[in-house]
């Protein structure tokens, strides 16, 4: 049986899949045998090390330019994205541009530090995971190499390599917004430094905390002297909340005006055997007891609770809005069931984030337990509240009497 040649199976460039085979041509024309074992088992490395598809032929074509290019981005994974200009090497252009500026620094064994500067790479970005490095954060990555201070930007990336993706996920959707809203505007650096050391502690960055990042980025554009550098990422949100709000009632003033003022955005709908705003497992419940409530919480939502202003007038249906710290995090829609198929107890029947999304599992439990409050024996309430607030246990007991 014949030998493997460099050319078999192995770490998925097989066969006419194989990128060196498939660049073979180019390879040779910048003075690098193809046919070398080392290329194919350092492009092979190079490629596992970046979990974005987006990333893998940069860095194969990198990794392969020279024996020591691998080095490089294993010590500053976010080179592969700095000499690859965003990640661009799918034409023969762009990977000619790429070897003829990266292969002669490897040739002469240039300083990691001199090679970053070459491609105006800021030197503490070296500590990003290659997991975190994708094409759609190079816009984002070169505002913070162009305008940020190196002692910033080192104090203010997640100690755990596990936050990086999340922490450079919100900056670019912050980044994208104020770019869009107020192309180069000084102040936009600002709310980048501020995002940047806000969440440095590597928060897990969900797809409701991504859409509400984007509310921040307009808050931060609308209100420019309202905001200061040194909030924490849990005051930020309460402003933006609070800001939200405050357009929302704004707007629905000026539309009960032209309609006479008849006041029915805020009549009151009684819950009765619901109280009117407890916490539960950390997580407040208030509820959304008139048409401006519902109008205000689907605004800042996304999503179209106030449809069920219908449902709450008739009884059918109960809506609270789930925050925690000020920060609205889910909207739920109780029910109790009837008698002879749930004992009239009351479920939890929907709970959407922001834009519909599923909500975490934290808040799906504290839901859940709300629910079972509300029809457990009032006898038994005082244990099963046990460490929550005081206040919480009067509201329960005052509802249900």
């Known amino acids: 049986m014949n030998a493997q040649s460099p050319w078999d199976a192995r770490a998925g460039f097989a066969g006419e899949h194989n990128p060196i085979k498939r660049l073979a041509r180019e390879f040779a024309m910048n003075g690098v045998n193809p046919a070398a074992p080392w290329v194919l088992e350092n492009s092979a490395t190079a490629r596992g090390l970046y979990g974005n598809q987006g990333m893998h032929a940069a860095a194969e074509w990198i990794a392969g ?3 020591h290019a691998l080095q490089y981005l294993e010590q500053a994974p976010v080179l592969a994205l700095a000499a690859s200009f965003g990640g661009m090497a799918s034409s023969r252009s762009q990977r000619a541009y790429i070897a003829m500026n990266f292969k002669p620094m490897c040739e002469r064994g240039a300083r990691l530090r001199d090679v970053m500067k070459a491609y105006h790479v800021a030197f503490p970005l070296r500590a990003l995971s290659a997991a975190s490095i994708r094409p759609g954060a190079w816009d984002v990555l070169k505002a913070i190499s162009r305008a940020v201070d190196p002692s910033t930007i080192a104090q203010a990336i997640p100690a755990r390599g596990q936050a990086h993706v999340g922490w450079i996920k919100a900056l670019a959707v912050l980044w994208a917004v104020l770019q869009r809203r107020r192309p180069d505007d000084p102040a936009n650096i600002a709310a980048l430094r501020w995002m940047m050391l806000a969440n440095r502690d590597g928060s897990a960055i969900t797809p409701a905390v991504l859409d509400y990042v984007e509310q921040i980025a307009d808050f931060m554009i609308c209100n420019p002297g309202m905001w200061n550098p040194r909030w924490s990422y849990d005051r930020m ?3 933006t909340e609070q800001w939200h709000e405050a357009l929302a009632n704004a707007q629905i003033s000026a539309q009960e005006a032209k309609g006479g003022g008849d006041g029915k955005y805020d009549r009151h709908v009684p819950y009765t055997g619901f109280p009117g705003e407890v916490t539960v497992n950390g997580h407040d419940f208030v509820a959304l007891q008139s048409l401006r409530a519902l109008i205000v919480e689907g605004k800042a939502m996304h999503h179209c609770v106030a449809s069920y202003y219908r449902d709450i007038c008739s009884g059918q249906t109960r809506i609270y809005s789930v925050r925690q710290d000020g920060k609205r995090l889910a909207t739920c829609e109780f029910r109790v069931l009837p ?12 709970i959407k984030g922001p834009c519909n999304n599923r909500p975490c599992e934290t808040v799906i439990r504290a839901c ?19 460490g929550q607030p005081p206040a919480t246990l009067l509201a329960f007991v005052e509802a249900r009497q």
């Open 339 to 350: 008698a002879n198929s749930g004992q009239g107890r009351v479920r939890a029947v929907q």
């Open 368 to 386: 859940d337990r709300f629910a079972e409050l509300l029809t457990c024996p009032i006898g038994d309430l005082a244990s099963r509240l046990m």
């Open 65 to 67: 330019l020279h024996p």
């Open 237 to 239: 949100t309460r402003e």
